[in-house]
């Protein structure tokens, strides 16, 4: 990262391309599969990327790297539902799993082939391995994490937005006189497109001549993550977080029994915890955890500054609490004032009855067409 | 063994606040301190070294003030430091630096082969994870990235089992030395100084290389120069605005209020939707 | 093998560093350890520099030094809810190089002095707590222990410049635990304003500066002082009050600050500043009488961690630096004429206190303490009695001089009665002499 | 009226996790004996509090003052110490 200036926007320099350069045109969006499964970061990045190409009036392209066979076969397809004019396929059994080298060479091989002007990849584990060794061999820009993709009208230029500094800034890069440029997205940041089942397009078989005995990384074995019982309030989608509002220890039960039927984890303010009501790894804000969860319910938690610096990166939060100005519900984005321990209760049950957990009573359907 | 670990000197981040009022950057007396997800690298270096025996030397791409941070590297055991500091690397993006690093540790490796290269997964102030695939490409050397556990180092026949993180389980790779390892956060836990340690790193000489001494050949690969990318704009997030949405909440009806508010925020917030839609029994993601 | 010094120093505030630099100076084999990640992480003070105890140990200091303000008025503010009077001394001879007194930011000015005293070539290691001293058989001191794996270290001598808990002293048994009745707690905060925005507000040009000391309704009736001191681009403010009177009140030092910070002769110098950090802070109140047994077999006290402030005049930084020179030369004289620094030999650095204005002043008000704990009327009468003469005093109402100034004497007569005054006076007299 | 939270939320820490530099040597003697709890007014940092007959103790905003074992003179109550090195408040101004 190169030092941070002012907040004032510097006049960026006039890029010129090189001649070379301005053979590369398209987007690509690298389709990451793993045993058979496509990533859901791919499909959302398809969405983006077709935002883009149309903005450049360029194809959109997707990338995809298996071992040949009817799976590799179906993402091709709904690589094009997910809007992408044409399908580049490299089929090798070398690439039945993840590793480094033969997808780095892959990569590179096609991309020094077919020249895009912009490559996207999810910011995966697998995602930002590739996309870390793949812009090293093409001495290319690389952005990680973006939040936000946008195409300069000037000099049709990609601007990506994204965090620094642990979140609390945000920065705008721009790749200079180099090709393609390369950006990673995280999952859930871009919205999910909706797929047209009418559309197809081209397939290019690609054979980057990879040898199995050339490769020296094996794989071993694969082991799946089985139910994980340490509390991951880092990595948790959702959130639910109980305060002292809540009265008493014992009220705690009810923010367990809402983040049970939600698959959340449970949360918890340095005053609950400064209580004795739950242990100190739950507590989120300045001495403890900071979190980035999709939804974050927040039961008698005033908000203040310290508990609010670790979650208000939420993306949707949710407060309860009986007193009508407590701090929260100015960067709450949904409050509702009254005794959290009859709202808990209540909401259990909403949420149950919406994801129709077994314990409630609710016919399937109504959540299938609500889904 | 010989094992060079790469650490960077990064401002304490948490302590970077954006003013909630006037938006500016608060950077006023913001402490400097060693990248955070270093440190699971340097603790797994020292742990291979403690088994295996051998020397471990600390590397840093960065201005004189960096040198602290190495002082403290090696308070934990390391043997050796080298700061790579040299004007010409300023404003350098990770491309650049990991030419700059790559560089220097095949200078080191001159010295004395390295077999294993050790990076933090990320920096808090760059995010971009990409030095360390940066150096294993330059060097050839195998990349094991995201690794949370090393099960097993074959000297004999120079091999080394890993556990990788990967998409929803662990991958059990072996490959074979010399190879660039990034550990992932929380797989190890840093150890607590020893007092001959302490000493030792406070009477250390802290190595200095500059361009020549690193072995940088092509100048213009390094510093502004061979970065591709700029920042162009810096500015703090855009506070929320407008105050919650308040739902009314009748106490003798709560049902009420919850259901309004869940069709509120099912129809607000996609991101929230797709979360709960997975948690639909049956879900099968397409 | 276990690491020897002549002598190891613990603490790395301006006490310990103007010790470890002396005898760094003089060619000893010096060891600082300091608790903190680096020097000044864990210190917290107004923070006033008196030039004159810094000149004697590096002259040159203001070359490199990073100061704040060089202060050219001094204000003394006695406060009632919605008033002060007071007196403001400024002057221009503080405009004239060298100046007398600065305001510094401790974070910065202690890294500063300790890169210094690294310099001077003693070795200072930070994040090493000391958690006890190593005695030999006879009990002479003759090492410390660190909490670290095989954290035995050795020293002919050890100097304990740990700050006011004196915590390293007092678990060694060297002496009594510090009490209520001989502390003050303090807090305080740095609020950022712009650099303009602050030498407007004080009429300061440059690198001037102003700093007000308070007494009166600000500590709510305990005994104590607040201050509001100008830095370059910040503003050190804070209040405190004594431990044994906070104990005996419900205010938490929090809301003391916060009233204080709202007082209408305070908020507008305050008005749209950042607060980006607080502080809390215990000080030596109980001078001269509160001395324990400074130095002993093997050991010796230095600043706050004996007490050395001098509270009256708010002097803590230079007695710190005096008495850290003094320790150093005693040992200096010692060691290098290879006598054991025995508790006699060591009878001479308090020799050299008694020689310097740090024992005289210390002497001098040794009887303030008590006085002002005893006669409250000094921080609770006379502030409104003043505040309400010059009240009256300076409206303009038609009523004759003679009848204002017959009723400003009634208001002092009637809260403290004739013999109340002169007793005020007399005991005031005493207590300075 | 400002919370104390607002205050150490500027404050720079390093929180030693599972290692609390302050302990209450006997519960009991907090909660029956001692009649004032001054120590919950006095610790600037609100680490102190005294609720439903119990005193809690939280030193993660500790400031290091020593207050609370000062204070505590009456029952000597308060086992006190500096946290590891390294660990605790880190002044960035002082």
């Known amino acids: 990262m190169s030092e941070v200036k002012t907040t004032k926007p510097i006049k960026k320099r006039k890029i010129k391309l090189d001649e070379n350069l301005l053979a590369y045109r398209g987007v690509w969006v690298y389709i990451e599969s793993e045993r058979g499964h496509v990533h859901p970061v791919s499909w959302e990045l398809m969405g983006q990327g077709r935002q883009l190409a149309d903005q450049l009036g360029v194809e959109l392209c997707a990338v995809l790297m298996d071992a040949a066979g009817p799976a590799l076969d179906a993402h091709c397809n709904s690589a094009f539902h997910f809007g992408a004019d044409r399908c580049y396929r490299i089929a090798s059994p070398v690439l039945s799993d993840y590793r480094n080298v033969p997808f780095t060479k892959a990569l590179t091989d096609l991309v020094n082939a077919h020249k895009p002007e912009i490559l996207l990849l999810g910011a995966t584990t697998l995602g930002r391995d590739l996309a870390g060794s793949v812009a090293t061999t093409l001495r290319t820009g690389l952005t990680a994490d973006c939040t936000e993709l946008a195409i300069d009208p000037e000099d049709r230029c990609l601007l990506s937005t994204r965090p620094t500094f642990g979140g609390s800034l945000l920065c705008t890069i721009v790749t200079l006189n180099y090709r393609p440029q390369m950006a990673t997205v995280r999952h859930r940041v871009m919205p999910m497109p909706e797929p047209q089942p009418e559309r197809t397009g081209l397939i290019v078989d690609f054979d980057p001549g990879l040898i199995e005995t050339d490769i020296v990384t094996k794989i071993l074995e694969f082991i799946p993550d089985e139910m994980r019982d340490k509390p991951h309030l880092p990595y948790a989608e959702i959130i ?13 039960k009810l923010v367990w029994d809402l983040a049970h039927v939600l698959g959340a984890e449970v949360g918890a303010s340095r005053a609950a915890i400064h209580a004795g009501w739950i242990g100190a790894d739950r507590q989120v804000g300045q001495t403890g955890k900071t979190v980035r969860p999709a939804l974050y319910i927040a039961a008698g938690i005033s908000g203040a500054i310290q508990h609010r610096v670790g979650m208000e990166g939420a993306d949707c939060i949710i407060a309860l609490n009986n007193d009508p100005n407590a701090p929260i519900f100015d960067f709450a984005h949904y409050a509702i004032v009254g005794d959290c321990n009859q709202i808990l209760p209540a909401l259990t049950r909403s949420f149950g009855t919406y994801l129709s957990k077994p314990e409630t009573k609710v016919v399937m359907e109504t959540a299938k067409e609500l889904a | 063994m010989h094992i060079v670990v790469c650490i960077k000197q990064v401002p304490d981040s948490t302590h970077i606040r954006v003013h909630p009022v006037t938006n500016t950057i608060m950077r006023q007396g913001v402490p400097a301190i060693i990248n955070p997800y270093d440190l699971f690298a340097l603790e797994e270096a020292l742990r291979l070294k403690d088994k295996h025996g051998g020397r471990v030397t600390v590397i840093s791409m960065g201005p004189p003030q960096a040198a602290p941070a190495l002082r403290k590297a090696l308070s934990f055991g390391c043997n050796d430091a080298v700061l790579i500091t040299d004007k010409i690397f300023s404003g350098a993006d990770t491309l650049a630096t990991s030419y700059v690093l790559a560089s220097a540790i095949k200078m080191l490796n001159a010295e004395t082969p390295v077999d294993i290269v050790f990076t933090g997964k990320q920096t808090i102030d760059g995010d971009t994870a990409q030095v360390g695939p940066g150096i294993a490409k330059r060097l050839e050397l195998e990349l094991l990235t995201y690794v949370s556990r090393i099960n097993a180092v074959d000297r004999a026949n120079g091999q080394i089992t890993v556990e990788r993180r990967a998409e929803g389980g662990v991958q059990v790779l072996q490959t074979r030395l010399p190879a660039l390892i990034t550990m992932l956060e929380g797989s190890n836990e840093l150890r607590f100084a020893t007092t001959p340690n302490m000493f030792r790193a406070a009477r250390a000489e802290i190595r200095h290389w500059d361009r020549t001494s690193a072995g940088i050949e092509d100048l213009k690969l390094v510093g502004l120069k061979g970065s591709p990318t700029i920042v162009s704009r810096v500015f703090g997030p855009t506070p929320r605005a407008e105050k919650a949405v308040q739902i009314d909440f009748d106490p003798s009806n709560p049902e009420a209020a919850c259901e309004a508010l869940l069709a509120k925020v099912l129809a607000e917030s996609p991101r929230v939707k797709k979360e709960l839609a997975q948690r639909l029994p049956g879900y099968q993601e397409d | 093998m276990s690491e020897k010094f002549d002598v190891i120093i613990v603490g790395a505030g301006p006490a310990g560093n103007s010790a470890a630099y002396t005898l760094a100076k003089a060619g000893l084999r010096v060891l600082q350890l300091e ?118 270290i050795y020293a002919d001598a050890v100097i304990l410049a740990d700050g006011v808990n004196s915590l390293v002293a007092t678990q060694a048994g060297l002496r009594k635990d510090i009490q209520a009745g001989n502390v003050a707690l303090a807090v305080k905060e740095m609020i950022f304003l712009p650099k303009e925005t602050i030498e407007s507000r004080f009429n300061l040009a440059g690198q001037s500066g102003v700093v007000i000391e308070m007494l009166g309704s600000i500590t709510e009736g305990m005994v104590g002082t607040g201050f509001l001191y100008t830095n370059k681009d910040s503003l050190a403010i804070g209040v405190g009050g004594m431990l044994s009177d906070m104990k005996a009140q419900k205010t938490t030092p929090v809301e003391l600050l916060e ?175 | 009226m400002i919370k104390v939270e607002e205050k150490l939320f500027q404050n720079r820490y390093r929180v030693d996790a599972d290692l609390p530099h302050i302990r209450v040597k006997d519960n009991t003697v907090c909660n029956d004996l001692c009649s004032t709890q001054q120590c919950t007014v006095c610790c600037p940092a609100g680490c102190w509090t005294f609720e439903a007959g119990k005193i809690g103790l939280m030193t993660d905003g500790c400031l290091e003052c020593g207050a609370c074992r000062v204070v505590c003179d009456e029952f000597k109550n308060v086992d006190w110490n500096y946290p590891r090195g390294g660990y605790g408040i880190l002044f960035k101004f002082g």
């Open chain 1, 240 to 252: 639910v977080s109980g305060g002292k509002g809540l009265g008493k220890a014992d009220n705690f």
């Open chain 3, 35 to 152: 608790r903190g990640e680096y020097p000044g992480s864990k210190n917290v003070q107004g923070a006033i520099l008196y030039a004159s105890s810094l000149e004697r140990i590096i002259p040159d200091f203001r070359e490199t030094a990073p100061l704040e303000r060089h202060i050219i008025e001094q204000r003394l503010w006695m406060m009632d809810e919605k008033s002060f009077i007071g007196t403001h001394y400024r002057s221009d001879d503080f405009n004239s190089e060298p100046y007398n007194r600065y305001t510094i930011i401790r974070a910065r000015f202690d890294k500063w002095f300790s890169e210094q005293v690294q310099a001077a070539g003693a070795l200072v290691i930070c994040e090493m707590t000391v958690r006890a001293l190593l005695r030999n058989e006879q009990g002479r001191v003759i090492g410390v222990e660190v909490e670290r794996e095989d954290g035995k």
């Open chain 3, 259 to 433: 009233r204080m910070k709202a007082h209408p002769s305070i908020s507008p110098l305050i008005a749209g500043g950042e607060t980006r950090e607080y502080a809390a802070h215990l000080i030596p109140e109980g001078g001269y009488k509160a001395l324990p047994q400074i130095y002993g077999d093997g050991w010796l006290l230095v600043g706050d961690s004996a007490g050395f402030v001098n509270s009256v005049h708010r002097e803590g930084s230079n007695l710190a630096m005096e008495t850290g020179r003094l320790a150093a030369e005693t040992l200096i004289e010692l060691l290098q004429a290879g006598t054991e620094p025995s508790t006699a030999n060591l009878a001479g650095y308090k020799a050299r206190l008694d020689e310097s204005f740090v024992m005289k002043d210390m002497k001098k008000y040794q009887k303030i303490p008590e006085t002002l704990h005893k006669r409250r009327q000094f921080i609770n009468d006379y502030p409104p009695l003043l505040n309400g003469a010059a009240h009256k005093f300076f409206t303009v109402d038609g009523q004759d001089k003679r009848s204002k100034e017959k009723e400003i004497i009634a208001s002092f007569v009637k809260r403290r009665s004739l013999f109340g005054l002169l007793g005020d006076a007399y005991h005031l007299w005493r207590a300075t002499r």
